[in-house]
């Protein structure tokens, strides 16, 4: 048999123009060009025009048939038309290339050779499988036609052939119906009431011949013409079927949700068909070559004698494991162990693989890499290695670092059903479930009575909450986005949170919740949420908790020898920073100072310091804040054990921690000493109308020195009584947040190195020290080269670098950000990835010009997408020294880092 | 006479080294360079060892001395001590050059010979006045000792040289007191008491003697020490002193305030006195080369015979007209005639001197540029041109834009004595008085009942306010800055205004208003407001209407023949556009579509589009608005009559135009037949955090696109209307606001096209129009490049870019910008002026970028800090082709225009 082009060229093939231009003025320019291309692909066992790298060209179904081909396995032959008469179709008003029909009737004649039948033949008809397949599998569009090339004729001779006349008419009543629906968008409704007429399990003959005409008569009522009883009018219906539900609506949003834009179209694959159904000595399957669940170097997977792959799915009949194949059909199964191994070597991973075994004959018809859990793919990655199949390099590039998350995380059991109210974003990864409580005070109440599953659930959280967070088990917000208070709060405690649910109404009144119009939940019903997916769900449903694997620990190890970024955590509790140091963190890149002064204890006196009327008052508050403050921090240096521990000054709008009920303003107003219509004036006058870009940050230390004062005298000490105790001596960084200009850092520093030279008289306490900056304004950034010469380091606060380069406030953007994503308009939320466009250039900029003046300049990133795959590899990329993320996030950030790192060395 | 250096090496002295560096270790460094170095610059009629040109060298004074010297004026001869000893006295710790006495005294020998006198001598005592003087002036330093060298001995000379014992007695008394008071810090009170012990009116010479021996007493027992009788001891104490009274803390701030940060030090200049009261043929005053006031061209000032200066400024006796001198004393007036003639001729600028006649002998003891009224300073430098002393570029560079803006507005009559309450921002130029109401609801109320004169006085306006505010002379905030609503408002509304007065408390259930916790004022009570100033004032001041020279306009015309950059307005009612045109606006830069909206007749309307369940409640809405938005629109394209109309796109967050009364929020719940419950919910929905970097700009567009094309189609038909009554055709800019990606735009962009294809079907109605952008987000600018590829302009929208760069919200900065101004930590407000290096630097990225992709791309700034002639020079510096400023700013962004065009030239 000779293929219609020689596989050496190839290569050249595979070059493909960019998507951006338009290929229809190049097809019309030259007329000849477009005779010559190429059209049509085929494959056979042993031979093939493809090979498995030509995805892009050939789609992944058509590319992995090629391949297998190409392997000698034995593949039912057949012929791909590739993704560019799709591009071509889709931009010459659904006209073909000239040649392409010519190609595709001389590829038929190839396929009928190799089967020894002839399509449309009335003693052996040759039956098609018709299905689409674009380089990444994408749901919406048109999928799959089987047995077509049956009609009328035909028919007979199907059942000629396998001497069984209920399988050849129930093939094809089958077709009728899959080309009635998809080919000619009959709804399927319309057929199965018909089916459903007759006797469902005792199915005669009879019935199916009146059923195959009832079907036809069905077929005539909707589309007004007859069955088509002509097999190329047949192929050619279901060829234009699929290029045109390319741009059907579902696929096109599919494709723009997944920011799918660089393919050509799709390609389509017709392949002869196989039957598992004929008979004791036939049977079909779905293998994988190792546990796709748990990981285990085990076959895996699960077979039905006489049946078609349609019954293995449908679940009517239930399959048996792979391994009983060994005794009931062992020639079969010895021979797709061999080419279980054959394939699972050549590519180098897990295959999930389709077979059929047609009256003792076995076919492959599909093979791809397996999906598997995040355990899984950690367990396979380590075992290749192990087995010398790949190298560490690869193993490691091979684990998606996002999924890293589920391991670290409770995750709901996959194994049952569930009912979905809504979807929020996951703002904080882990699953959880419990009672409803509508207010903070509600989780606290509960809790007292002994109940321990509650999930908070409230338009949005604030510092006031504090308290009620801690003890639920999880949180849902109407409102705020990835960063939003309640998601920040939750990744920092680690727990599990869905926010920005739009959907959802609290009536707070009635303590009711009413989910999108639809259900009506009450106070105390139990709720599931999921924060890796951002579902809220009925119910109580069985989650999966947490254990490490000894392949998650060598994996890490190997994951160092890589990586040149150090990885921090941001973090100010104890128990996150032991999180963090036990993930593998190297430190503290950002402690937030301020969430250390919600607590119950210590809210009021700060309330009494922010509202101070003199500096006198002021300082009597923060005299009494300087010993929790000193406690914090020693117990953070002693976690981190002389790893370097970066304390960020007070940050937010003050008024974030303003009393707000009468019982707190009463409280400050007594501390205080001042009249209550004074403290209602000051209340009024410390109200923003945009506190993210009002009195924060170093501008409240340019006003009232003496709140950073007591945070460093606080740091300082803490130092020094660390340093009598531990082995390593501690490593401050004093990272001022908000700077707009050099004045502010310089006068911020002088007092700061005054004020550690007060408490430092002499040399018996050296500690080691830094000052630098959060970069997290643009102009910041453009002025880098003034203000590193006061900052010792750089820190890239990218949450607040996002909101002032886009203008974006992260608390409000949930209301269009969704459908900015949806459209195109975003690639990502950037409070979730990094922009590296436009925020990423200022960071560019800013390490440029900052290192252009002090070239030991430190720098790290420390904002929320410190822990995003993408940002990391930008991190790495740009030379930064470290990023700082979230506990749960180190070890995301830790694979990032050096998949980035092994990148960079290949390119 | 030989003076102690020749004037051909002054040249070398005038390249001082850079104040930066610390000359303290030069000079250690280098002894012998300390001792040959000039410390004492000499000066008498005809000759000067200093020039006018060398300020920063011997300060304002001993430079204009010199130059008069140099001119052969009669000026009492004496000697500098120049800047670079107080600089040396600073920094060594108060000691001084070593060569410094022996120069000081060889300058003295030298004084001595020119006038025959003797420092200390009993016969013929020759005395100083010694004086402080930087090269700019300056409050807060020691200023002025006269009289020096008396002592119990000399006095007696003095008697004898004058014959005139009161006289002697007299002086000696008051350099006593001088002395006392101004050297040692007695509190000038204590003299004061003495002094009036003793009848006021006939001082005899004996209660002299017994006032002296009480001074004497007072000040030993002040200071320890017997009254200084040593001459050169009395000359040195003063020198010291006014070395030492460069670092106090008054003198500090003043520098820090008005940003003096350049300058060495004072000088010290010490003069031989000459005295106007030595009986009728002496004389002192001061005269104007021509009138500050008015700029007329006429001798202008006042004189007193037998007086000392002192007595001029004290107002003891009533002055006498220059004019009467012609009478009174011929020779005199001819020769000061004579030196008027010479200054101005020389220096080319209207001259302030300071003269004495003794005993029929002129001297003229300083002369210096005059403060002028900003009227005068126009009618002065254009009467200048005319009469050839200056060139028109010359005249141009002389106004100070900013004082422009007074000719504009009404002013308050510098003749009357007024009390000041309290100073906030001025936020919008011009005075106004009237009744304080402290809601636009009585504004409204007291204007029915027939009251005009009302200033509404609130914490801070919102768009509910409007009404009130158009029918308000003037406005009072406590709140938001130079760019708050009601600053914006206001100077739109060319209504004066107070803004950010942060001293004030209202309370609105007592009616009253509380300034500074010392002023109680109730409403109804009448305050005068300066917009241009920021002062609010007791009652009801005289204020000057506005009135244009035709010198004015000359210089004006003058203007357009040298600027480059085409000036535009900010304005959207038809008053203000007619207003700015005629102050020569070339068109509007930027009519922002949402003030259109907020009319009492509209706003419901506005409501129920932004409240809309759905889009056909949207489009209903919008229907109802396209006839007002048509209507508006031609009234500007009319008034404007082919000049370009830039159409800003609907900006701000939508929640401005919400409804809070109850009454207010039934009305749309009428209009938008949804529920209560619905409604309310939608109104908490709306609210946002941050709306400033909230759902507003295109962003609305992008989630509700009829919104634009309805502001389109609007645009495009009043253009269609207007072409068919204008001889000029309309030239529309299409702006889209608050962009920070190119697909935002992209999307913006074809819709808008797409809309305006279908309004213009036919090619009768060709409407010149362009499509373009703000950038005023600093992912715009730097993602210029990629924008422009869909926007044929830039419009740089610097508010909201300095309130992104910054991190800074205009209506919250108040709360701390004055005192980062205060202290140098901003050099200006960047609400105000640009921030030229943060801001600018975003701008000349996004003009860089933006030009990379389109060459022919049109670039203006329309925020708020386009009529600041500081920012007006930096946009003609980096190459924009418009700046668009409200319309009162429109001649100061002119005149800056040329200004600035005509420095590029000369540099």
Redesign the interface.
């Known amino acids: 048999m000779v293929l219609s082009d020689s596989r050496s060229t190839q290569s050249q093939k595979r070059t493909l123009p960019p998507t951006k231009t338009k290929p229809a003025t190049r097809y019309n320019a030259d007329q000849n060009d477009e005779e010559k291309k190429q059209w049509v692909y085929l494959f056979s066992a042993g031979q093939a025009d493809g090979d498995g790298s030509m995805k892009s060209l050939l789609g992944g179904k058509g590319a992995g048939l090629s391949e297998m081909s190409l392997l000698s396995l034995p593949v039912p032959p057949g012929l791909t038309i590739p993704t560019t008469v799709c591009q071509y179709f889709n931009e010459n008003a659904q006209q073909y290339p000239s040649t392409l029909k010519s190609q595709v009737k001389s590829g038929l004649r190839k396929v009928e050779a190799l089967t020894s039948c002839k399509f449309g033949d009335v003693e052996k008809p040759l039956l098609f499988s018709v299905r689409s397949g674009a380089s990444v599998s994408m749901p919406g569009m048109m999928d799959t036609v089987l047995n077509l090339g049956l009609n009328d004729e035909t028919v007979k001779g199907l059942e000629k052939q396998t001497n069984n006349k209920y399988f050849a008419l129930d093939s094809y009543r089958r077709f009728i119906q899959m080309f009635g629906n998809v080919v000619m968008n009959i709804d399927m409704h319309k057929f199965d009431q018909i089916f459903s007429k007759y006797d469902n399990t005792t199915k005669q003959q009879e019935n199916l011949n009146k059923i195959i005409q009832e079907y036809k008569l069905l077929f005539k009522n909707e589309t007004g013409i007859d069955f088509v009883q002509d097999v190329y009018k047949q192929l050619w219906y279901t060829i234009n079927a699929v290029f045109k539900s390319w741009n059907n609506s579902r696929a096109i949003t599919y494709r723009k949700l997944n920011n799918i834009s660089s393919l050509l179209g799709t390609a389509v694959t017709v392949q002869s068909m196989v039957f598992g159904n004929m008979g004791e000595s036939s049977a079909t399957g779905v293998v994988f070559t190792r546990n796709p669940s748990t990981g285990e170097n085990i076959f895996y997977g699960e077979y039905l004698k006489n049946a078609q792959g349609e019954d293995v799915v449908a679940g009517i009949r239930t399959p048996n494991d792979i391994n009983k194949m060994k005794q009931d059909m062992p020639k079969m199964y010895d021979e797709l162990l061999r080419i279980r191994n054959i394939l699972e070597t050549h590519f180098k991973e897990v295959q999930d693989i389709e077979f059929t075994i047609q009256q003792s004959t076995l076919y492959i018809l599909q093979t791809r890499n397996a999906k598997r859990s995040s355990r899984a793919s950690v367990k396979i990655a380590v075992d290749m290695v192990n087995q010398g199949i790949i190298s560490k390099k690869e193993a490691i590039l091979r684990i998606d670092p996002l999924s890293i998350k589920n391991l670290l995380h409770p995750t709901i059991d996959p194994n049952q059903g569930y009912h979905l109210y809504t979807k929020g974003l996951p703002a904080s990864p882990g699953a959880a479930f419990g009672k409803i409580c509508l207010s903070a005070n509600k989780v606290k109440e509960l809790h007292e009575s002994g109940e321990k599953d509650l999930i908070l659930c409230t338009e949005e959280t604030s510092p006031d909450d504090i308290e009620g967070m801690h003890l639920s088990k999880g949180m849902l917000t109407k409102?705020g986005g990835m960063t939003s208070h309640a998601a920040v709060v939750a990744r920092g405690m680690g727990t599990p949170a869905v926010t920005g649910a739009g959907d959802i109404?609290i009536n707070i009144n009635e303590k009711k919740v009413i989910i999108g119009n639809k259900y009506e939940l009450k106070e105390g019903d139990i709720i599931t949420i999921d924060g890796s997916t951002g579902e809220v769900m009925k119910g109580q449903l069985k989650t999966i908790d947490v254990t490490f694997s000894s392949e998650f620990d060598t994996l890490m190890k190997w994951i160092d020898e890589y990586k040149r970024l150090t990885i921090l955590t941001n973090a100010e509790t104890p128990d996150d920073v032991l999180r963090a140091r036990n993930f593998g963190a190297k430190g503290v890149g950002l402690c937030r100072t301020e969430h250390m002064f919600f607590h119950p204890q210590r809210l009021p006196i700060m309330r009494q310091m922010i509202l101070a009327n003199n500096k006198e008052i002021r300082n009597q508050a923060l005299d009494k804040l300087l010993p929790f403050q000193i406690k914090d921090f020693e117990k953070i240096f002693e976690i981190m054990n002389g790893h370097p521990v970066t304390i960020r000054f007070l940050d937010p709008p003050l008024h974030e921690f303003l009393p707000e009920s009468d019982e707190d303003i009463n409280q400050v107003i007594e501390m205080s000493n001042i009249s209550k219509d004074e403290m209602m004036?000051k209340l009024?006058?410390m109200k923003?109308?945009?506190?993210?870009?009002?009195?924060r940050g170093c501008?409240v230390s340019?006003?009232y020195p003496e709140i950073y004062m007591m945070q460093t005298k606080a740091a300082i000490q803490a130092a020094i009584q660390c340093n009598l105790k531990l082995k390593k001596p501690v490593e401050i960084n004093l990272m001022v947040p908000?700077i707009?200009?050099e004045?502010?850092i310089e006068?911020i520093k002088t007092q700061i190195t005054k004020c550690i030279e007060n408490l430092l008289p002499d040399d018996n306490h050296q500690i080691k020290y830094q000052i630098g900056t959060m970069i997290?304004?643009?102009?910041a950034a453009?002025?880098a080269n003034d203000i590193a010469l006061h900052a010792e380091f750089f820190s890239f606060g990218t949450n607040?670098l996002t909101?002032?380069?886009?203008?974006?406030?992260r608390?409000?953007?949930s209301?269009?950000i969704n459908?900015?994503e949806r459209?195109?308009?975003?690639k990502q939320d950037p409070f979730v990835a990094l922009?590296v466009?436009?925020?990423g250039?200022?960071i560019k900029i800013a390490i440029q010009r900052g290192l252009s003046t002090r070239s030991d300049l430190k720098l790290c990133l420390c904002g929320e997408q410190g822990g995003h795959p993408d940002s990391v590899k930008f991190c790495h990329n740009v030379g930064l020294h470290a990023v700082s993320c979230s506990p749960f996030l180190v070890p995301v950030a830790r694979i990032a880092a050096a998949q980035a790192a092994i990148m960079q060395g290949k390119s």
């Open positions: 409102r109404q004036i009024k006058n923003e109308v945009n506190p993210m870009l009002g009195l501008r340019i006003l908000f707009s200009s004045e502010e006068i997290e304004l643009p102009r453009l002025k607040d909101q002032t380069c886009f203008g974006l406030s608390d409000d953007s209301s269009f459908h900015y459209n195109g308009i975003v922009d466009d436009g925020v250039e200022l």
